[in-house]
């Protein structure tokens, strides 16, 4: 442990030359304005705003430094009652929300007001910068770090185009849709992103959830182009909403879909995507459009009682364990990095050589046979924003919007703090955002920063987002002269590619840990698992969302308490429950609410317990019971975990006051923060208790029997 | 101001000679068990439970009284910390939810449990004593105490009648059925129910409330019967959520509608009332079910277009006038406050006279005509338990439950604090529920606890429950004998006296007080309001119910932040934005959450926002802006107000850890409770900050200057 005993001679003359405190309006300025010199620029050695303390502004809130000094020798417990009646009035509704605002805007804020006394070219060049990272990044690239870039650019390229084929075929769209969203979507994240190892394209969780909401409302069997242009406008409608909550500063919003729900959900979004693949690998033809486990295992039993190709299942089966064995070897010898990524590539091209000798095809294997070849087609005129569909089209976007952020930001910053930098979410939003609207147009669909190809990414090496170009022009070479090799490629393959990718998906040991921790995260993760897995994917996100609130509001208006009692050997008083060294103070009750908000909610159920516990007590002593113990005078609220409270709480500490003054038992407050305090003036409940707030229980202790001693003296 | 000043060296004294704390094993059994020895049996003067140290049960739990006194002596910041790592365990999840049931239970529980040495026969007698309150206040039941009680009786029943009557109307059923309801459900409360003062029949909000849902299932002008009996149905519905509640103690069930909503809803419901009451008193005939402003306002408007008869008008307007004077009356001269009660019978009779000697029915004034006599039915056979809309009842009669509920709940216990003896929520619930069950059996529908009769019934000086039964016998003989003379009673009179019980149920001053204290809450009141006026019962409750709730969430997970300063003149460390004279330490950035919860959605802000500071600290560093200013060299998490934290926290927490590392700036942790240490423990976050936690934030800045001091030497 770093910390160290110091003697108590020592700590007092430190509280003695402790630094003198700004005033309020210093204070204000500080906590408003100029962020930079706070909150942390005051001084012993440099008390600087002290040495004028008669200038005007000053000297109307600012007690003088003379005051200031006398105040702190002789602040007693009476005085700093007064300090908790007498403080300034909390921010309004208004100024806080203005506040917040301000805050959520102030990141670009301050770095624009920063450019004001600069020239106006000067100024145009700083806010592209601020745009676009890469002028910042790409004044200091060199050869060096290039010779890195490339590299990983080549890994993840050869594992982005048989992963890209196989999440198109996932998502329900011609296979060169995959290869597309690998080209557009990079390139203008590597301008705009300031994430250094994501590795954008088409990925798992959004390619199911894309077909699983869009197939409701057109069928793909029914009508490809159809469909086509809806997952198309879905797009859009998904790069839109990415860019507005990065406009707006609303980052927060990923932040709904807590960690265990993610948790929970990529597990059973990974076992759906593999229930998925057993079309591919078991060659299928009558497969349901619901994703949902029961359906999925019924076409599959379905399926075996008929007449069934093994071929496709046993191709498929061998490269999956190659691909798994390499991926062993991978993590064995941290020299074979490069297997497991190129080990994708290499099952394509040895099952289409395979296949192509054997000309398997003939022999009930199935094969991707066309892909359109060509860069990308320009796809504006196959967005639909005034059709009959357009409004469930947006809902879709918004939820494939938030999913796909809440991956890209999740791998983003795990990746980014291991590397030590900062990763700037609402900037992230904005190029996710842009990149998705221009995917939209040139026949992309939604792309985001892929889990698996990220990791490869890292491991290869990279130094900037360059290897996502690098990937790009990959990608782009093999659209324009390598699709056509691809036509003998068994689709099992790629169903073996994308089972592959899964494992890492479902996280076991993460789950032990959240259950280890707190059950009811568990309840939300598993929660969403089950609603993934039995329902459909929406409804699995639904469910962890609704678990997670419900346990927000259960643990903020729980009703409990807890008593408190006086910690030996120190001014503390503490819950007896976490510790049982805690000395309770005879005649004299302390409660403090376990919840931050006193509110019509829990208000009620706290009062009746406290006065059920009076009168427990009461009947105690009409029995002779506790004859020779002191009976409760006292009832102290240590109100410091209290954040707030409503007219309900107030109304109820009214009645409670009523009931105990009637037992004849007196009320006091201890520690009341900023808003209840302020309320409670207001409400004038500070008058109807006599006054008896003070700013710490032990305060309140002392002088209940300071008065009993003085009335009784 | 009671309080008063004690010098420090008597503070010393006494906190030395504090009593000495008893074991976890002992705090345990306080805690479960025996509830009338607890919280408050311990005292300096008679510590027996240490005398002996040694018995085996304590011994394993308890250090021994030397140890005790050692550890009180010595105790310092080291060993405080350790307190802080090595308490018990929490309870789990599974525990607390046992602790609540049982503590839900605990009332009749206890109880019953001291009756197990008794007789079988007189154990008998005290169950039916908690049952039926009677038989404990019966006993002391007297003459004198009658004469009070019949005053009262008398005066509520005189205002009850033309009440019962015109509620009835309202709720769009046979006049009669008002009556019966001011028969049963009365008598049976007077034998179950603990308060003293309630008055029991129909209520305005009842009535209003229950049309408005059930004529959605059955227009009342088409098929009259087949809508009376849903509404007995609805009726019996209510009467079993009631009772239900009150057997599962979920009394809490009624504090979900706060304070400030129940405020709204009424002042709206009382509007909506008048506007129906417009009805009667301007004699139109086609009326819309709608009860929203925007639809009555229309068919007042297409009323007056066509010929009205202005005498209804006018006969109720000059009655209106009359008891408004006498209620006047009776404000003003205490004496007089049995005019205003008797004001709406005497205006009865007195019009009913004028239309029978005017014969002004022939001239258009509307009248009642028929009312069936005889006393309650039974309405057995009418109840629908399977018909079609069974399921819409049950709905039905829970919201009705509740609202029901709330009113009469909320009007006993603002009468029982001001006599000071405590109601019984949970019986309360159980005897409403049995007596609308009785009453839907007896062609009563649901009746509650009358605000207006109440107030009365407290003013006439009514002494226990028998003033009820005095009015449901008025109310029987004039069944029997009376009903045909309100033959030529008019319609418009029974009008003005609902209209007269109006104003008080629009509380402006509470309104504004709401405003003043609270502007969230004054929303969920407003919100309750405009959604009765402009929408629909349902929906101005479902509002309001809506945004208590979203303030909940908000106030809970609202990302705010607070820098801490160190009080002058004590070892506190407090708001500097509450408490303006707390000092800074220079070096140390001390923070606390403003939530009960780090959780998934405000964990992340929190994070960005410290390392944003710290990195504008930084960058003002390298500027050399604060050259002479000592750069941070710790940041302390303050968390003695966070209840809880879940598996996203925690993440974030080592996200941060990781950040502030990367800056050479260490974390410490102050004061974690119970949970959240647990947690962290179990996490093993406590070993990734390198066991920097302590009990208070002054013990961790002794320790990081300690720390220092020691490195520098």
Redesign the interface.
């Known amino acids: 442990?770093?910390?160290?005993?110091?003697n108590h001679g020592e700590?007092a003359t430190?509280?003695l030359h402790?630094?003198?405190?700004?005033?309020?309006w210093r204070?204000f300025m500080e906590?408003s304005g100029d962020?930079?010199?706070?909150?942390?620029?005051?001084?012993?050695?440099?008390p600087k705003h002290f040495k004028q303390p008669s200038t005007a502004s000053l000297a109307v809130e600012t007690p003088t430094a003379e005051e200031?000094l006398d105040?702190?020798?002789?602040?007693?417990?009476?005085q700093?009652?007064e300090?908790v009646l007498n403080?300034?009035e909390?921010p309004?509704?208004w100024h806080e929300l203005m506040d917040s605002v301000r805050?959520t805007a102030s990141?670009c804020g301050?770095k624009y007001s920063s450019l004001k006394n600069q020239p106006a070219l000067k100024s145009v060049v700083s806010i592209q910068r601020e745009i676009f990272p890469i002028l910042v990044w790409g004044r200091s690239y060199n050869i060096s770090k290039f010779k890195h870039d490339l590299l990983a650019g080549l890994t993840i390229a050869s594992l982005c185009i048989p992963q890209s084929i196989g999440y198109a075929t996932l998502a329900k769209l011609d296979p060169q849709y995959g290869l597309y969203t690998s080209v557009v979507p990079p390139l203008i994240y590597a301008v705009m992103g300031t994430s250094r190892e994501i590795a954008i394209g088409p990925v798992a969780v959004v390619s199911l959830l894309l077909p699983s909401m869009i197939q409701k409302l057109q069928d793909p069997g029914a009508d490809p182009i159809a469909y086509t242009k809806l997952v198309l406008t879905a797009t859009f409608f998904t790069g839109i909403f990415q860019a507005s909550f990065g406009l707006f500063r609303l980052g927060?919003l990923v932040?709904?879909?807590?960690?265990?729900?993610i948790v929970g959900f990529v597990a059973g979004a990974a076992i759906i995507i593999g229930l998925q693949q057993l079309k591919g690998l078991l060659g299928i033809t009558h497969f349901p459009t619901n994703t949902d486990v029961i359906s999925v295992m019924e076409a599959v039993w379905t399926s075996f009682r008929h007449p069934w190709s093994p071929h496709n299942f046993i191709l498929g089966c061998s490269f999956l364990c190659f691909i798994l064995i390499s991926r062993y070897l991978g993590k064995k010898n941290k020299k074979l990095f490069w297997l497991p990524a190129v080990a994708p590539l290499l099952s394509v091209i040895l099952s289409t050589l395979i296949v192509y000798l054997t000309r398997g095809d003939k022999h009930g294997i199935k094969i991707i046979k066309h892909i359109k070849d060509g860069l990308n087609p320009s796809s504006v005129n196959l967005l639909e924003l005034n059709g009959p569909y357009v409004g469930d089209v947006a809902k879709v976007g918004l939820i494939v919007a938030l999913v796909a952020l809440t991956e890209a930001i999740a791998v983003g910053?795990s990746f980014s703090?291991i590397k030590?930098y900062?990763m700037d979410?609402n900037k992230e939003m904005m190029a996710m955002g842009f990149m998705n609207i221009v995917g939209s147009f040139t026949s992309c669909y939604v792309a985001t920063g892929s889990f698996s190809r990220t990791a490869v990414n890292y491991s290869a090496g990279c130094e900037t987002p360059v290897s996502n170009i690098v990937m790009a022009i990959t990608v782009i070479i093999s659209l324009q002269f390598l699709t056509k090799l691809l036509y003998y490629t068994p689709t099992a393959i790629l169903a073996s590619i994308i089972l592959s990718a899964l494992p890492g998906l479902v996280d076991l040991d993460k789950m032990y840990?959240?259950w280890?921790?707190?059950?009811?995260?568990f309840l939300a993760c598993i929660g969403a698992f089950f609603g993934v897995l039995f329902a459909s994917v929406e409804i699995g996100l639904l469910v962890a969302v609704t678990i997670?609130?419900t346990?927000?509001?259960l643990?903020?208006?729980r009703?409990g308490t807890e008593?408190l009692?006086?910690?030996?050997?120190?001014?503390?008083f503490c819950?007896?429950?976490?510790?049982?060294?805690?000395?309770?103070?005879?005649?004299?009750?302390i409660i403090r609410v376990?919840?931050?908000?006193f509110?019509?909610?829990?208000?009620?159920?706290v009062k009746?317990?406290i006065?059920?516990?009076i009168?427990?007590?009461k009947?105690?002593d009409t029995k002779g019971?506790?004859k020779?113990?002191?009976a409760?005078h006292l009832v102290i609220l240590d109100m410091?975990?209290l954040?707030?409270i409503?007219?309900?709480g107030?109304?109820t500490l009214e009645?409670l006051q009523?009931?105990l003054i009637?037992e004849g038992i007196?009320l006091a407050v201890a520690n009341p923060?900023?808003q209840v305090i302020h309320?409670l003036k207001?409400?004038n409940f500070v008058g109807k208790i006599?006054?008896?707030v003070?700013?710490?229980v032990g305060?309140?202790v002392?002088?209940?029997?300071?008065?009993k001693i003085?009335t009784a003296c």
Chains 1, 2 share one sequence.
Request: charged share 25%; aromatic share 8%; with cysteine.
């Open positions: 442990m770093a910390s160290s005993a110091t700590k430190w509280v402790a630094p003198r405190p700004p005033g309020p204070e906590f962020q930079e010199t706070r909150p942390m620029d005051i001084l012993p050695s440099s200031k105040l702190e020798k002789n602040s007693n417990p009476v700093r009652s300090w403080g300034p909390p309004g509704l805050e990141c301050n927060f932040d709904f879909l807590s960690h265990a729900a910053r703090s030590g900062h979410g840990k959240i280890k921790v707190d059950k009811l995260d997670s609130f346990k927000i509001i643990i903020s208006i009703p008593t009692g006086k910690l030996p050997g120190s001014e503390m819950d007896t429950a976490q510790y049982p060294m805690a000395v309770k103070i005879p005649g004299v009750m376990k919840s931050a908000l509110c019509f909610a829990n208000a009620n159920f009746e317990r006065v059920r516990w009168t427990a007590q009947a105690a019971q506790t020779d113990k002191e409760i410091s975990n954040i707030n409503d007219t309900s107030i109304a009645e009523k009931n009637s007196e923060r900023w309320k207001l409400s006599g006054g008896r003070f700013m710490t305060e309140a002392d002088a209940s029997f300071g008065g003085a």
